[in-house]
Nanobody, 126 residues
Framework: QVRLAESGGGLVQPGGSLRLSCVAS????????MGWFRQRPGQEREFVAA????????FYKDSLKGRFTVSRDSAWNTVYLQMNSLIPEDTAVYYC???????????????????WGQGTQVTVSS
């Protein structure tokens, strides 16, 4: 069974940075993407970023590209979301998730992801 666990959230001031981590265990496939999603109060879950195994291709929500960066360790045990220049609108619960055998047309779709972590709260406030 695939288990995902996020960490690294917290309270930061506008303009600050955070790096979220997602530790993955279990699973037998080497063809998947690890995605980051967020859910703001009163809103539906939205795509943030993803990275594709095995080729390492990255994908971003257009409005976040340049501020957020997704990466992974060499063994694909941990994926990261580096968040810079944070603004209050980034406040949300951030989730990591895994989609098996993704294609470009599905990699941004939350309902295609099979496995999810419990989420970590990010609050950006002065």
């Amino acid at each position: 069974q695939v288990r995902l666990a996020e960490s690294g959230g917290g309270l930061v001031q506008p303009g600050g940075s955070l790096r979220l981590s997602c530790v993955a265990s279990g699973g037998a496939s080497s063809s998947y993407a690890m995605g980051w999603f967020r859910q703001r109060p009163g809103q539906e879950r939205e795509f943030v970023a993803a990275i594709r195994r095995p080729n390492g291709a990255t994908f971003y929500k257009d409005s976040l590209k340049g501020r957020f960066t997704v990466s992974r360790d060499s063994a694909w045990n941990t994926v990261y979301l580096q968040m810079n220049s944070l603004i209050p609108e980034d406040t949300a619960v951030y989730y990591c998730a895994r989609i098996l055998n993704p294609i470009v047309s599905t990699i941004r779709a939350a309902d295609r992801y099979a496995y999810w972590g419990q989420g970590t709260q990010v609050t950006v406030s002065s």
